[in-house]
């Protein structure tokens, strides 16, 4: 593949997590971009023109492999672990929602990057900067197109100043792509600006992306492109349809064949010889959707063996043994992370636009089994579920469905239910010790500790917390007699001594609420010596340290 001669090689890039993550195959999207911050010299905004083509034309799209500068979620873990800290935010992911669009639109009007930066920062929610990588590049669609262009200097801005990554810039843009059909009501020429961001000239997003946008988009970018703009980048275009829709005809070929014989093989074999990494996304695609069938095949007579709802969670455990297989490190490797993520958010948004009304529910329970499964087998880090959910990919619908794999897979994702920030995690440590007096089940106690991950100082903070309920409900003997049966499994005895020294720490601010704490805490030591969870030397140690 020829690369793109770069005329001031030593203009910043959009960042240098995207330049240091992309491959040969896509360096063509690394194109500079003139005076970074002026808002001056910078390409307009157009459906790639015939100069962002001219020099690939030749070259198939469909051969890029996946760059890792495209996936949706860098993460290297199935699920959130004790080293990985909540996300503190200020605000709540609503408020910053508001906030962050009325921030785009005084932009728009003052073009102040400087200023956009320093109030981006001071909302305290990096968290939830995909978000605003969605806000603004919707915002951008509604401007003139003097206003529209100064969004591509504010986002490498962003980028050069820490307040963006690479794949929250591509998480923002694919909630944009999952919804296009719907922006081109208010905005008609919304396909075509979108694919422009994708443009060498504009040097925005890695123009991997391109090969991996949904066949109707394109078609719609190509429709409108109309015979009075016939160039180069129509025929790109018309050109990677064409192999994109033969690609997706062979496919489905391929994948009846898969489940007819229930062996991988033939498929692998086949999508080595075809050579088109850059489709592979319509795999995973392609498999699920297949998996929704419940209507037994001509050539498989084992599908008769199953009912409707017995023929679909056989498929799916076909599927996602399959997608296992194909995802599995190693120099025969078919599917990236990049072709997983974007595969299951297009299935999100396809289901959502698709699934009929009148088996809506029935289905909606098959793709929480998939996703779920695909959480397990660790096909999907559950990061994945916390940002679709949080970005609406689905809609409502599938918010309701990533809601509900969440609460199936609490070992991976509890620790990032609802926003993952630090209120969230403070309030479900609030819930699990209401819950635990409600009901006295240590046992259930425990599993929600280990699903939450918590690391080493968090788990003294529960245990301090679990004391002052116990003290509050003058149950210090329950309170004791938990956390010694679970000790060993959920906490160590060092972390037990950091709770009791928080909680003497803190004796002064609880006496305003609590008159009677230092009374209390004193009766819950001499309890824990009592019961045997502190030694008889620890009440010396304490009686010295307390004034």
């Known amino acids: 593949l020829k690369l793109v001669q770069l005329s001031n090689p030593t203009t910043p890039l959009i960042s240098q997590e995207i330049a240091a993550e992309s491959t040969l195959m896509t360096a063509a999207a690394a194109a500079p971009f003139g005076e970074v911050g002026t808002g001056r010299n910078h390409k307009t905004l157009q459906p790639l023109d015939d100069l962002d083509v001219d020099e690939e034309e030749s070259c198939s799209f469909a051969r890029q492999i996946s760059p890792a500068s495209c996936r949706l979620v860098e993460c290297s873990t199935p699920s959130p672990t004790c080293a990985d800290p909540p996300d503190d935010t200020r605000l709540e992911f609503e408020e910053f929602r508001k906030r962050a669009a009325s921030l785009a639109e005084e932009y728009f009007c003052s073009q102040d990057i400087d200023g956009m930066i320093a109030s981006v920062a001071s909302l305290g929610c990096s968290a939830f900067h995909d978000e605003l990588a969605a806000i603004l590049l919707r915002a951008s669609l509604d401007q003139k197109e003097e206003q529209r262009q100064t969004v591509v200097p504010l986002f490498i801005a962003l980028c050069e100043k820490g307040q963006l990554t690479a794949s929250e810039l591509s998480r923002g843009f694919e909630k944009l792509v999952l919804n296009w059909s719907d922006l081109q009501l208010d905005v008609p020429g919304a396909p075509g600006l979108l694919v422009s961001f994708l443009s060498n000239r504009v040097g925005l997003l890695d123009k991997a992306l391109f090969a991996r946008l949904p066949e109707d988009l394109l078609t719609r970018v190509y429709a409108d492109l109309g015979e009075a703009q016939q160039g180069a980048a129509q025929r790109m275009i018309q050109s990677h349809l064409a192999e994109l829709r033969a690609f997706k005809a062979e496919l489905a070929a391929a994948m009846e064949n898969f489940f007819c014989t229930r062996s991988s093989e033939g498929l692998g074999t086949w999508l080595r010889a075809q050579c088109k990494p850059a489709f592979h996304h319509e795999v995973v695609l392609r498999a699920c959707l297949s998996a929704f069938n419940g209507t037994p095949s001509l050539g498989g007579y084992w599908t008769s063996c199953f009912d409707v709802e017995g023929l679909r969670e056989e498929k799916c455990r076909l599927v996602l043994d399959m997608l296992v297989e194909f995802h599995c490190p190693g120099d025969c490797q078919l599917l990236m992370e990049t072709d997983v993520q974007i595969g299951f958010s297009r299935l999100l948004g396809a289901l959502a636009e698709e699934m009929p009304d009148r088996d809506r529910e029935g289905l909606s329970a098959h793709l929480v089994r998939l996703l779920a499964g695909a959480l397990e087998k660790e096909l999907l880090p559950a990061q994945f579920l916390k940002f679709a959910r949080r970005l609406r990919y689905g809609g409502i619908w599938g918010v309701e469905v990533v809601r509900q794999t969440q609460w199936l897979t609490p070992l991976y994702s509890r620790r990032v239910w609802g926003a993952g920030d630090a209120r969230h995690m403070r309030a479900e440590i609030q819930d699990t010790i209401a819950e635990y007096f409600d009901s006295r089940s240590s046992e259930e106690m425990g599993k929600v500790i280990a699903e939450l991950h918590l690391s080493s100082k968090e788990q003294a903070n529960f245990l301090r917390k679990l004391f002052v309920a116990g003290m509050e409900r003058g149950e210090q003997v329950t309170t004791i007699e938990v956390v010694q049966e679970l000790m060993g499994y959920c906490w160590s005895e060092a972390e037990v001594h950091e709770a009791f020294q928080q909680l003497r720490d803190i004796e002064k601010d609880l006496v305003l609420d609590f008159p009677k704490c230092r009374q ?28």
């Open 520 to 547: 209390s805490t004193d009766r819950l030591i001499a309890t824990a010596v009592q019961r045997g969870l502190l030694k008889p030397s620890y009440m010396i140690q304490d009686a010295a340290s307390v004034v």
